[in-house]
């Protein structure tokens, strides 16, 4: 028999957003008169900004002329796009990189699964506990030890650096799924852990747009000395509302220390050929002073929907993390409830679908998270429902 | 220090493409005044069929509206692409699938890429020589055993199997860089060797839009007992034009043996989020009459240009490989030059890029691929020189 991949076929079979949607369809299919609340996966629901759309429009129109037509897209990204990225994403917070330190990909997920590959096959990671689950899952596969680190309630949910040695770690922040969002002293101790251990930070921006408050970093790059130990994970799928467009980009600075940013050029040079043209015209877009007002807007729309569910739920004695600088607000299960079973209590009780935070670790156990994806009316429907449930 | 992928490290500095474009570059700067045909790198150059503009035009302005926008894409391909798929390029030729069966992604190039992923860190593969890159370099970053198949113009480059134990084989047909079509009966042959074997077949088909020869199977599916063992890979960029916009499928059947298509499920779902929701609509279009109708047009325009590029080199007494299934040449260097220095004799004498054989492999060491993806007029042009450089 051809060997497979065990540490792969040993997987859990279902991927955690797989499950939540089987049960929501489960339970759909009983009582289909039944409208779900859907705060479960962390999917986007406003429309991309109409110069996205035109943008994108124009692109496509070119694609089929003769004189203006493009193939295969720059295979590390269009120079135009890489330029508004630095503009507009790291000249304003005082961070100076250059076109060849930017890295555009179809998403800051497939990023976040291979970059692994620049790592030894006996290297050592951590990943947060709770963690989105793409980090532990692509270590996992490739049959690479994993360290945990635990993100309690008491610390903020900001993680402790592992005792043992590791070689890199994954740290998101705003975080997904705690919603907690590092302050700058706490990025700055990370940060200094890593250069004195000598070990390299992947480090998950993916909700920067979310930071609103001052005192927490949006880029890992504007700490001291983070340039020769961080590789930066963005997108424009949770601000621009590009997860069904598909773009994102990974920043990885000429100083750092492992040459992460050679590694990955040959990486992709050899396994990837690039992002659509037509996303990456809309993508700049998204970039411009319109795209960035509808951004603006919408982060605001979500960050209020957060506050919302926030202010209900506390009323209604349940403790509740995160949605100050992030989309998700992570939840305290009612009397040491476990985290499947309220997500099933609320699937079949209140009709609102959320992600249990046991799918993201241990530490998630006791937990479920919400998601402000959503409109104002589900928002408010679900936030009083579940605010009754609770008693 | 953190450990690095050595494997990844140790491999060439530059991949074969771009080693190509950065010695055009060179010359362009030396002699600015001097007009380079392009006959290097494989990327098509015709426009994308109107319906396809249209229909990405139309899937933009859904995602501009409240009520038509879409998030996240099914990880696995939008219905009504794989619909598609099976109606215009299974049905056809009575190949039956279903929709579980079919993954679209962005690129055959990141699938072949990542499907190793399946197999154990201790399997072999097998590959061709003169070989696709992407096949071997993927394998390699992993650090997994590659065993060569040799491709000889004596056998018309048909690989011979392995004579040692392989997990799994790359076979690409209609052939990269050959040009080279397999035969029903040769197909035949290598599927009835890997069933033997217990091996599975990594079958690229992303030049299937080329093969003209009814006697040369356009999937790996219309041989008697693939499914069990074969998985086809497939793109929209060769035929439809689509390698700005990036799309491609692989076909993974349920009778595979070694139940890949689970395994790939779950890559897929850990580490990708689907492809663009507008690329996915261009693509349902190209699959439509229109589109078909538009495909065909392609493929004739660069087939013809095939056939006058071999005929004019023929005649200047080179011998000469492909062209008449595949969109590229594999002529042989004269008088025993080598591949780089025809290369670089064709680069200096005739403006004419091509691609040395030498970086396919060292069974390609004296050949070069000549792309007829170019215009009518830089064909002909091309033709003219390379002929006249020969003598």
Request: proline content about 5%.
């Amino acid at each position: 028999m051809a060997k497979v991949n065990g540490h792969l076929a040993q997987m859990h079979e279902s991927y955690l957003f797989s499950e939540v949607a089987k049960r929501a369809a489960a339970f759909s299919a009983e009582c289909p008169e039944r409208r779900l609340l859907r705060l479960g996966v962390g999917d986007v629901t406003r429309p991309v900004a109409p110069c996205c759309v035109e943008a994108m429009k124009r692109a496509a129109d070119e694609m089929g002329g003769a004189a203006t037509f493009r193939g295969y897209p720059p295979g590390t990204g269009e120079p135009f796009l890489k330029r508004a990225i630095l503009l507009a994403e790291y000249a304003p917070l005082g961070v100076l990189l250059d076109e060849s330190e930017i890295f555009v990909s179809d998403g800051a997920k497939t990023d976040a699964g291979a970059l692994q590959e620049l790592f030894a096959q006996d290297a050592a990671a951590a990943v947060c506990d709770p963690v989105y689950p793409v980090y532990l899952d692509a270590n996992r596969m490739a049959g690479r030890r994993v360290v945990r680190m635990n993100c309690r309630a008491e610390r903020g949910f900001c993680p402790e650096p592992p005792e043992e040695r590791v070689d890199f770690l994954y740290l998101c922040s705003p975080n997904n799924p705690t919603g907690a969002a590092l302050t700058r002293a706490q990025l700055a101790r990370l940060v200094a852990w890593a250069r004195e251990n000598d070990a390299a930070i992947l480090y998950d921006a993916a909700y920067r747009d979310y930071v609103v408050d001052g005192d927490c970093p949006r880029s890992v790059f504007e700490i001291d000395g983070a340039k020769e130990v961080a590789v930066e994970l963005c997108s424009f799928s949770k601000g621009a509302g590009f997860t069904g467009l598909r773009c994102a980009w990974t920043a990885i600075p000429r100083e750092n220390r492992w040459r992460l940013g050679e590694l990955w050029a040959r990486r992709q040079a050899a396994k990837f050929n690039g992002v659509s043209y037509p996303v990456q015209r809309a993508a700049e877009a998204a970039l411009s002073a319109e795209g960035l007002r509808h951004m603006e807007e919408s982060v605001r729309f979500y960050l209020e929907n957060a506050a919302i569910l926030r202010r209900a739920l506390e009323s209604a004695g349940i403790a509740c993390f995160g949605g100050a600088n992030a989309p998700y607000l992570w939840a305290r299960c009612p009397e040491g409830m476990r985290s499947w079973d309220w997500f099933d209590a609320l699937l079949r009780g209140a009709g609102v679908v959320c992600t249990p935070g046991a799918g993201f670790g241990a530490c998630g156990e006791g937990y479920v998270r919400f998601s402000a994806f959503v409109s104002r009316g589900d928002t408010e429907e679900a936030a009083g429902k579940i605010a009754r449930s609770a008693h």
